[in-house]
């Protein structure tokens, strides 16, 4: 058992708290093989789930929030939420395939503030109260590489929080938008009670650690209002606005030297401290490159320093319809992969739900890219479908509005394209209970708004899965860890298909990616349009694995689908490894001995298959 950690934080740097407490736990060999859950610690679970119902999805009006007003309300706040409920859910989060945690950010936040996210820090080098302690945390990631899962910690190194305050005396909050110098005047530091003061008083008042109280190490520019940069601009310039201003009212750092090497050293010492295994780092696309490249140089040395060969540094990267694939926004900026947010999350939603031709998403991959084989492409993305922005999009998660009696295989089906497709899967709390949140929805039920687009607001995306005053369904009081739903069981039951230690599941993690001509005829064969069967490949070697889909809320004609006719010269048939519609007990123990003929005609090899309303069926020869 690791040295019990000090409970109090240090208010300065010191070099020598960056020693690991004990034995680090090894990296993945390969982060293919991981699948991924993000969570925010607010919204996840408090471990006192025992004491209140489990919400029932047949059953649903009985938990329903009697004052709606209070409900939304609710959802601007901290609710309850803890790393200790996040530890008692290692069982359930395992059982659903998961491998790796991806937890939202946990350090301390403005006391006055309710930054429930915890993107608005106050103190780098402490847990906020409200979640737990920095012990609570170390206890949790011991008990997840005990189980050998792996943990990667959110972090947001460009800005702090809304730790101070600009000076406006006889100027207009309108004088504060963004400008490049000279720096606005600061009137004083947030205080734990929301008071600006002259100078830091205790710990908990403006920012920490000490060395982060220079008001030279903030740009002080003002907020941004362009998110990207002009035509006539250098989207690479270090100095555009959406690099220097405030996001929103969070301060944005000056990564010049100093504050620059002082920030990974923060970082630093959460690894040694907590033996993380990876860091998903928030808002890089508005950090220079260089100064990316250096932190994540600086990072990446300390971990293979102390044995963490393969530390994840997994990037967000935002803005218009570029992907995640976009090599320079990776390597220029010295990360190991980005989170494919914006268009590659709602081609995937198109396509699953039929709107979409099926190769509205496989083109993302191409036949080859910049750096060779297609196949690598799956090392550099980070697979998502709904998350807590849903930056580039609605804001509505996949299952919202969707009231067909297939929704929540629908739902399931999904993932499980992000299971058998490139690149790492991600899943985001909620979405194995088919979660509906939705901005539009819930505003238009309670708050009608007219005309125009509708306000920005992120609360509805976040609901709470333990049973607080803001849990999803507009329910209250109830929990939602049900490892019996419907889409939970089929998440499960694909991820074990993806994880299994034989040629089907390495397939399914590393392989090549085809999209598969079908035909309802038998022999004009064409790309699967929208409301089709969509059949693709994963190909590794002589390994095969073939995933089908019914993108249709009705069931499907028969369909021939084409698989690779040089694997299978010598085999009649493929092996059944998933069907979306076993029973329940079929899904947790999958039957054997299920197959579906191969048939070999003008020199092509198909398979014959029908599908139900939002069907899923995998097959392998392996």
């Known amino acids: ?32 093989d991981q699948t991924l859950y993000f969570l925010l610690p607010d919204r996840f679970s408090d471990a006192n789930e025992a004491g209140r119902p489990r919400f029932d999805h047949n059953h649903p009006a009985q938990f329903a929030a009697t004052d709606k007003a209070a409900w939304m309300a609710a959802g601007k706040v901290f609710t309850g939420g803890t790393l200790k409920g996040i530890r008692s859910k290692l069982d359930y989060l395992q059982n659903l395939g998961v491998t790796t945690l991806w937890i939202g950010p946990v350090w301390k936040q ?37 189980r050998g899962m792996f943990v990667l910690l959110d972090i947001i190194y460009n800005h702090a929080g809304n730790v101070f305050f600009y000076d406006q005396r006889g100027t207009p909050a309108s004088s ?18 929301g008071a600006s003061i002259a100078a830091p008083l205790t710990p908990e008042d403006a920012i920490q650690p000490r060395e982060f109280q220079d008001t030279n190490w903030f740009t002080r520019a003002g907020k941004i209002n362009r998110f990207d940069p002009e035509p006539w601009e250098d989207p690479l310039h270090p100095l555009t606005e959406f690099r220097r201003g405030d996001f929103f009212d969070l301060k944005n750092l000056e990564l010049s030297p100093q504050p620059l090497s002082a920030i990974i050293d923060v970082f630093r010492y959460w690894i040694a401290l907590s033996d993380c295994d990876g860091f998903r780092i928030d808002t890089v696309k508005h950090v220079p490159f260089e100064a990316s490249r250096n932190f994540c140089g600086g990072i990446r040395e300390f971990a293979e320093s102390i044995g963490k060969n393969n530390f994840l540094l997994l990037g967000e990267v935002t803005g218009g319809s570029k992907m995640a694939r976009d090599y320079l926004d990776i390597f220029g900026r010295n990360l190991d992969a980005a989170l494919d947010i914006g268009d590659p999350a709602e081609r995937l939603t198109g ?35 709904d998350d807590h922005d849903m930056v580039g999009r609605e804001k509505r998660r996949f299952a919202a509005a969707n009231s067909s009696t297939s929704r929540l295989e629908q739902a399931a089906h999904a993932t499980g394209m992000q299971l058998t497709t490139l690149g790492i899967p991600c899943i985001y709390y909620g979405t194995e209970q088919a979660f509906d949140g939705s901005l539009q929805d819930h505003d238009r039920l309670i708050e009608p708004f007219s005309g125009g687009n509708p306000p920005f607001d992120d609360r509805y995306i976040r609901e709470d899965m333990f049973g607080g005053p803001f849990g999803a369904f ?9 490892p019996g739903h419907p889409a939970f069981l089929r998440i499960a039951a694909i991820a074990r298909v993806r994880t299994q230690k034989n040629s089907a599941g390495l397939a399914l993690r590393r392989g090549r990616s085809y999209l598969r001509d079908i035909s309802l005829d038998g022999s004009s064969f064409a790309a699967s349009q929208g409301g089709q069967i969509a059949g693709w490949s994963r190909i590794l070697y002589r390994t095969e694995v073939l995933v089908c889909l019914n993108t249709a809320a009705s069931a499907s004609a028969p369909t021939h689908v084409t698989i690779d006719a040089s694997l299978h010269t010598g085999a009649a048939n493929l092996k059944v490894l998933y069907r979306g519609d076993w029973t329940d007990a ?19 090899a198909t398979v014959q298959i029908q599908l139900p309303a939002a069907g899923m069926l995998i097959l392998s020869a392996a």
């Open 1 to 32: 058992m690791p040295t019990p950690i000090e409970t109090s934080a240090p208010l300065r740097l010191d070099l020598a708290s960056l020693t690991p407490r004990g034995p680090v736990f090894p990296s993945p060999a390969d982060w293919r």
């Open 110 to 146: 403005c006391a006055s503030l309710e930054t429930y996210h915890g993107y608005g820090i106050q103190n780098f080098l402490d847990i906020d109260p409200r979640f737990g302690s920095r012990q609570d945390l170390r206890d949790l990631i011991d008990d997840a590489h005990a």
């Open 176 to 193: 504060l938008d963004y400008r490049f110098s000279p720096p606005y005047p600061i009137h004083g530091w947030r205080s734990a009670t």
């Open 351 to 385: 396509v699953a739900k039929g709107f979409r031709p099926a190769n509205d998403f496989f083109a993302i991959f191409g036949g080859h890219d910049q750096l060779g084989s297609h196949r690598e492409a799956g090392r550099y993305h980070v697979s998502i479908l």
């Open 474 to 482: 507009r329910t209250t009081g109830c929990h939602f860890f049900n």
């Open 586 to 604: 079929e899904l947790r123990n999958p039957p054997a001995g299920e197959t579906v003929p191969i048939v070999h005609s003008g020199g092509r």
